[in-house]
């Protein structure tokens, strides 16, 4: 008997071309960015303003106070004070008038409590326009 021999068939190792799928991804990528339209938070904010109050204005602006919060110390209308000098001059502006507009301004390496106590110090006196912003 003879037996035929059958020769194995090797099949070839099959690849992927991985730079047609990288320039697909990266036209996809591009197309993407330069087609998105970036939301506009400012235009879908709901924000009621409250009305102006109706009494009719002074003759003389109130000055804003100022008081910016450093590492070590606190400066309030051009002088420097400590926590307890703070408390002095907030106590005297707040008997002078509780409707004063105070800006804490804070240095980039204050820390956050010396803002914490100062907010304190002008909830304690009655302060009731403050605003808080960054040097």
């Known amino acids: 008997m003879i037996k035929l021999l059958k020769k194995k068939r090797v099949q070839p190792f099959l690849e992927l071309n991985m730079t047609a799928m990288c320039d697909v991804v ?9 087609t998105a339209k ?15 109050p109706n009494i009719p204005p002074s ?8 008081i910016m919060v450093f590492q070590k110390e606190y400066v309030i209308c051009g002088k420097r004070v400590n926590i307890d000098g703070l408390d002095k001059v907030l106590h005297q502006l707040a008997k002078a008038d509780h409707n004063q507009t105070v800006t804490i301004k804070c240095t980039p390496d204050s820390p956050h409590e010396r803002l914490i106590e100062t907010l304190n110090l002008c ?13």
């Open 123 to 135: 909830n304690k006196v009655n302060m009731r326009n403050i605003s808080v912003m960054s040097m």
């Open 26 to 34: 990266f036209q996809l990528l591009i197309y993407l960015i330069l």
């Open 38 to 52: 970036p939301l506009i938070v400012t235009t879908t904010l709901d924000v009621n303003r409250p009305a102006a």
């Open 59 to 66: 003759g003389e602006p109130i000055p804003m106070v100022e």
